[in-house]
């Protein structure tokens, strides 16, 4: 069986949600859409304070860990990717954070001609409806609900006190005009409903004729003839069909499986392909290599005061929120529980924000394990760009087999120092007088752990992936090398064929990725549509006027 369509969509994720929706706006365009994963349907997905439940199943999740990572002590790291219609916005935090302008200025000094913030900004703008954020330089009218948590506990105000005590700046708005300084969290909630890239935009998309879903759709690889990508050969219910696409095929896959397909298809270091039988379609050394995340510790505490979330940690209060969620929208279900947080520099001579901060008003992990001690809360705190770079390989032919992930955390020396700062900055502000009607013992790393040796061991063993990878197909000019795509997100060597995720960022962005890689979704659609881009904006977001010779 074959079928024709103007657009092929690999991937139902951040991305390929919003460019199912663009691409289809003009009724002419045929659109089909592939998602390995099934239905969101259901409350683990749609409840908020559920987070940590779709994430740690395998019906949602792809399962991906990495390999040892030789600097956290040969641990293999959890790496999740959304398998289900919104991808990772399905199962993630949903903390929205749009990045710092600088980083997108950054990605164009990288070859990234037309994504300085100048460029994306309008794009952010096009996309998001924000409630309560900064008059003009938020969106208004977009598909993606931007809202803020009611602060329902004392903690969350104590902690931007505390920022404020140690000398922080406060902003009310970090995805508006200034970044830096402490705030309230943003998160992609709407009517106390997760607002994931599927309620958003595939959904509404898929109330159009012009565009097709097939989900349980395993992509085998990319077709080509000569070097025109044709369509794409999937497997769904064992069976392999051919789909066939006369506009392009866009790759919107995840930074882990975007490379695995492209490589799959033939694109991407020859020697390597070679070595797993693979024919080569067009030699690209940069496919899988580049991959970076962030890594975040959880610095812990006692609380003095039983207000936590830890007093609904029992099955009868999950029962109640859940039923109040159920019933009315409303409630401790109806928030991500990242109601507050920071963005700071480390040390003076850092232009921008290096160190991001969720505070949460409970000590526990993701995996949804309480600390022993009871009534705590935590801070979860890392540095935001290091300069380890690792990369995602073929394990074999087979579009089955799981790909090799290697971050190679740590691998530089400046992670440890930047780790290590960021773990005495935050004992400072949890020191504050804000936290003195709350704070008692340090959790972890504990009060016993002060030595940089001390410090470093416990990195070692305690350092997560803050599940952000990306820049796997980094874009570039097309004479560079390691370039995968160039800036309007065509892959170089071959025709019909784009990406647009987060393995196109040329480096990661400040904070969590969801809002970038749905970004990149829409500004995809306006290059593969053949439109202008959105016209600059002439916005001048705030950096810290002594920035050189201050830290805060």
């Known amino acids: 069986m074959s079928d024709q369509f103007d657009f092929i969509i690999i991937g139902a994720g951040s991305a390929g949600c919003a460019l199912a929706y663009r691409l289809s706006e003009d009724p002419r365009n045929r659109v089909l859409v592939l998602e390995y ?19 740690n199943m395998s019906h949602y999740d792809w399962g991906y860990e990495s390999e040892p990572e030789p600097h956290l002590g040969g641990r293999r790291l959890a790496t999740p990717r959304g398998k289900v219609i919104g991808g990772s916005s399905s199962i993630n935090g949903m903390v929205y954070v749009r990045g710092h302008a600088c980083d997108f200025d950054t990605w164009e000094d990288m070859g990234a001609k037309g994504w300085g913030y100048r460029h994306v900004l309008p794009y952010y703008q096009r996309m998001e409806t924000s409630h309560g954020g900064q008059i003009g330089w938020r969106g208004t009218n977009g598909p993606l609900h931007v809202t803020r948590g009611t602060k329902w506990n004392p903690l969350f105000s104590a902690f931007q006190q505390a920022g404020e005590q140690a000398g922080y700046g406060v902003t009310d708005d970090y995805n508006g005009e200034r970044q830096e300084g402490f705030a309230d969290m943003e998160m992609t909630v709407h009517k106390g409903k997760r607002w994931s890239a599927a309620n958003a935009y595939l959904k509404p998309a898929l109330k159009r004729p012009n565009v097709e879903l097939i989900k349980g759709a395993m992509v085998r690889k990319i077709l080509f003839e000569e070097q025109l990508a044709v369509g794409v050969a999937y497997e769904v219910g064992g069976e392999i069909k051919h789909a066939l696409a006369g506009g392009e095929v866009v790759l919107a896959a995840s930074s882990i499986n975007s490379p695995k397909i492209l490589m799959q298809s033939g694109i991407g270091p020859a020697e390597h392909l070679a070595e797993h039988g693979v024919s080569i379609i067009a030699d690209r050394s940069g496919v899988g290599s580049n991959l970076q995340d962030h890594l975040e510790l959880y610095i812990q505490q006692t609380c003095t005061q039983p207000i936590t979330l830890y007093k609904h940690w ?16 409303t409630g401790l279900g109806a928030s991500n529980h990242f109601e507050a947080c920071a963005f700071i520099r480390s040390r003076a001579g850092i232009k921008y924000p290096d160190i991001q901060y969720h505070f949460l008003p409970f ?23 290091s300069k380890s770079r690792g990369h995602v390989r073929l394990t074999s032919s087979d579009p089955h087999a799981k790909p090799s992930i290697f971050f190679n955390y740590m691998a530089h020396g400046d992670d440890w120092m930047e780790f290590r700062t960021a773990i005495r900055l935050t004992r400072e502000i949890f020191g504050q007088e804000a936290f003195a009607p709350y704070r008692g013992k340090e959790i972890q790393p504990g009060a016993a752990v002060q030595s940089d040796d001390e410090l470093d061991a416990f990195i070692r063993d305690h350092a997560e992936s803050a599940y952000h990878p990306c820049g796997t197909c980094r ?8 370039a995968v795509v160039d800036p309007e997100c065509r892959v170089i060597g071959v025709d019909g064929l784009r990406v647009a995720d987060s393995s196109i960022f040329p480096q990661i962005t400040n904070g969590n990725l969801n809002g970038p890689s749905i970004m990149v979704g829409e500004k995809a659609a306006d290059h593969i549509l053949g439109k202008d881009p959105l016209a600059a904006s002439n916005a001048e977001p705030w950096i810290h006027p002594n920035w050189q010779t201050t830290q805060r």
Do not use: C
């Not at 029992?314 to 929208?329: D, H, P, R, Y």
């Open 314 to 329: 029992n099955l009868f209060s999950k029962a109640l929120i859940g039923a109040q969620w159920l019933f009315t929208g």
């Open 475 to 482: 874009m570039g000019n097309h004479d560079d090398p390691m």
């Open 37 to 55: 994963g099934g239905t969101d349907a259901g409350p683990f997905i749609q409840m908020p304070a559920a987070l940590s439940y779709p994430m």
């Open 363 to 385: 000590a526990v992990r993701y995996d949804g394990k309480a600390a022993a001690e009871g009534h705590g809360f935590q801070a979860h705190v890392g540095p935001m760009r």
